[in-house]
């Protein structure tokens, strides 16, 4: 009996440090989301950062307003996309880094708190006097050797500027499933090199990418863009309504890793002519003609009317709708890209 008892005893102990043990290991866990969740209290960006990772993309042509916002930030940013990374054709195709994104990227390394962001080299079909060019990815994947060699150039891009992942944006390659073919084996040979090398690797894809014809590797991030269902050649609209992001989310569910990317600012359109707008420049078009916002039902964007124009844009409040719809049709937070840092 005596032996009985005090094997129960032994046993009980074990019981209780094992439960201690595992209640500190909740408490941690709970500690480490307050923690992240306090990190996340303050800033406008706050409610949109909660409960996920926020990445945001800064665009070599406005660089100082961003990295003030960033500073700003901080503390809701998890990564930072430097755009861009594209080709010159007067030197056989090199790639480079655009001036402003050094600057921007070079101050991000100079403080304690934006020092601690990831810093993605985003890479751009585009060349000094072409954007997205399809020819220019069919020159640079037109074999396996290429499609190689062409995944070093920008590993050794990235290593170059100390960055800690690398982000491909090639554009327009829509329905081409001969030209995505070639990508996939581009996408593995940049993958392996990129995992060698340390750094995280993104993909970022279009709507309209045929997704269930592709045969899309694991491994990667894959950033889905949720924006321009209205823009260029279109009437007047939003970037995106709650029916396109619940399609969106159908459409590309068969990914693994998988976040999506909204955009805030919008649009001016008069007749044929539509001319981007970011955040601010909205707001101060409408102050300056004291025109009255009005936020769609069915988009949760604001527009309003001045003259013969009606501008269309997105603001805080309009990106926590999206993200609540893209949530809800996911059925878990989901990780948010925001085009762009303003």
């Not at 321009?228 to 009437?235: E, I, S």
Request: overall charge positive; glycine content about 6%.
């Amino acid at each position: 009996m005596r032996k009985i008892s005090k094997f129960l005893s032994i046993v009980a102990l074990g019981l209780l440090v094992g439960g201690c043990s595992q209640g500190q290991k909740a408490k941690q866990t709970k500690t480490k989301t307050e923690t992240k969740t306090s990190q996340k209290a303050s800033g406008d960006l706050a409610k949109l950062s909660q409960g996920r990772d926020l990445f945001a993309w800064t665009v070599y042509w406005d660089v100082d307003k961003p990295w003030q916002t960033i500073q700003k930030e901080s503390q809701n940013i998890d990564a930072v996309g430097t755009f861009a990374a594209f080709y010159d054709e007067n030197k056989n195709y090199e790639l480079f880094l655009a001036d402003g994104s050094k600057k921007l990227d070079k101050e991000m390394r100079t403080t304690a708190k934006t020092s601690k962001i990831k810093r993605y080299m985003t890479v751009v079909n585009d060349t000094r006097t072409t954007d997205k060019s399809t020819d220019l990815l069919e020159t640079l994947l037109s074999s396996k050797s290429k499609a190689d060699k062409h995944a070093k150039e920008v590993v050794a891009l990235a290593k170059k500027y100390n960055f800690t992942g690398v982000e491909i944006d090639y554009e327009q390659i829509r329905d081409n499933l001969s030209l995505w073919k070639k990508f996939i084996v581009f996408e593995k040979a940049l993958y392996a090199r990129t995992k060698k090398a340390g750094l995280d690797l993104r993909i970022v894809l279009e709507p309209s990418t045929p997704v269930s014809k592709i045969n899309f590797p694991k491994g990667p991030e894959y950033v889905v863009m949720c924006y321009n269902l209205y823009g260029y050649g279109t009437n007047p609209g939003p970037k995106a309504d709650y029916k396109f992001l619940k399609k969106t989310v159908e459409d590309f569910s068969s990914l693994g890793k998988i976040s999506y990317a909204l955009s805030n600012g919008g649009f001016d359109f008069n007749g044929d002519e539509v001319t981007s707008v970011t955040g601010p420049e909205a707001l101060k078009i409408k102050n300056k003609y004291k025109a009255k916002a009005v936020r769609d039902q069915k988009s949760g964007a604001l527009y309003f009317k001045y003259g013969s124009h009606t501008v269309w844009y997105a603001d805080q409040t309009t990106l926590q709708l999206w993200a609540k719809t893209l949530d809800k049709a996911s059925g878990k937070k989901v990780d948010i890209s925001i085009w762009r840092m303003e």
